[in-house]
Every structure is written in structure tokens, then in C-alpha cells.
């Protein structure tokens, strides 16, 4: 992957079961990934998917873990 930016970025998200507005510390050195975090504030489970492209723009989708 090439470009000049840093290898880990916050981004938000909402949560798929409460809808409050999460903050994540994302991994851009890996260009896609799928994993579990629990919500800061309900602490249910959602399912991450990151993907980072060959610019460097980071897109992050939370669902709940029924949905996939």
C-alpha cells in the first residue's frame, strides 16, 4: 500500500443496537478486516468491517452480530 498516512486513525461509528456514536482506533497497516468489538456503552457485540484502499481512505461499517 502506498501513501503518507498514519497507520492508526480514529474513526467514529454508531452502534447497531444503542445508536450512540463510537470512537475506534483503527489498524490502516492491514487493508481489510472483519472482527468483534463491544460497544463502549451497551457492551453488545458488533461486527466491524474496515477496509483501506490504496490512497489510504479508511471505511468502517458496525453491524449487529445477527446481521452477517
Given at each position: ?21 463510537i ?16 460497544c ?29
Open positions: 500500500m502506498e501513501g503518507d498516512w498514519d497507520l492508526l486513525q480514529c474513526r467514529f461509528v454508531r452502534c447497531p443496537y444503542c445508536g450512540e456514536r470512537e475506534l482506533v483503527v489498524d490502516c497497516s492491514v487493508s481489510d478486516q472483519r472482527y468483534v468489538e463491544d463502549q456503552v451497551c457492551c453488545r457485540p458488533m461486527v466491524l468491517e474496515v477496509t483501506v484502499d490504496e490512497v489510504g481512505h479508511v471505511n468502517v461499517h458496525a453491524n449487529d452480530e445477527n446481521a452477517c
